[in-house]
DNA sequence: CAGTCCGGAGAACGTTCGTTCTCCACTCCT
DNA sequence: AGGAGTGGAGAACGAACGTTCTCCGGACTG
């Protein structure tokens, strides 16, 4: 379902060099936008020849798909990691929001690859639509998972990913890197706000609900 | 400040011949994205001959950022109306949202065209990069003002944005139109948070906290 | 009525881009 | 060693775009 563009591809080595093309693709593409970096400027960063690009894709939309691919791999991967490294039902939930402080921070930080994305490609390239579609949802899914796992409504994860959502494109665009952590902030509100007054489907949760609420 | 492009100009008839141009500009560039939209197809669908829409506008650029000061009086003017026709404090801090819930139903919706801009443009455009980030900044301090102005504190106005952009986001993206009102339940129980815990910037608020919160 | 200006239609120009093709050096197998 | 295949560098091609220019008809002024 979500493979791509991998038509034609012939040994290992062919592996390692589309994932060579991706990550110089990422790279660029992330820092000046799809159609702003061309095949050319690829090759040169990439180090691989136009040939052997057209070899391994067949076509520019393939390898921007592969790279959303890569960035919905590498998101997923980090998000996870993060909210493993909390301790408790409730700094779980909260962890994206720290993690969201960090990445804001980067030098290179340009807002959520699949927004702009979306922005830039969506109109003529469904293809790309639906792969920002597919990482939002996946998004959305993950969260209201969490908060069911921590004994909270799926609705609270609703809420929680709108607060994140909000926070990465307010800081892409306006630069204001504190939006995390007022995101952060608000979804603690939240998480009282419900740990005191629990809702149907947020019945038997993981942890004991109601017993940190300052 | 936000003038721009209106170099050139003679009499009135040129500045009714550039709101039609910028509204036909306005249509196409929010359907089909700023680049997909060339000069002859603004020419066509506005019936301005080229070299008219050139002793309008210096460069096409020019007509981007004309159409997104169109379209931020628009929105400002929208948002503005829904507040006003608000009865309550309460009320008036989430009619943004039920203003949502309204646009996201459009059957031409395709998010903010802020954010779409953003994302198609602001790499190559730094004057576009502005325009976004001025459009954020204006919509955050009319939050924070209507909260203030409720009795709330600023802080909880930047929270209700990131709601708002949270759910522009998501709803463009994935198409649930649901994220409107996700949204809004999360800023009432934002709000009910705050009433029953006054911060210090929040003092002597115009409705009685905690009188709803059912 | 003659001349001047204005504007419409669209050709033309220069650039950029995605994609393909050419040329050639190099390698590997028998 | 010789020949088929591989891949690098970059030219070539066709399309699209922003911008400018040409041609021409029509309107207004003396």
Redesign the pocket.
Known sequence: MTRQGDAGLRDSGDLRLRRAVIESADALYYAHGF??V???ALRQHAG?????I??LFP???SIVLAVLDYRHQIWAGEVTAAVERAESPRERLLAIYDYLAGWFRAENFRGCVFINAFGELATESPAVAAKAAEHKRDFRNYMDQLAIDAGFSAELGDQLMLLAEGAQVTAAITGDVSMAMKARRAAEMLLSFEETRPTASSAGGVGAPGSHGG
């Not at 691989?48 to 052997?52: A, M, N, T």
């Open positions: 159609r702003a061309g095949m050319d691989v020849s136009l040939k052997l057209y070899r076509s520019k939309e």
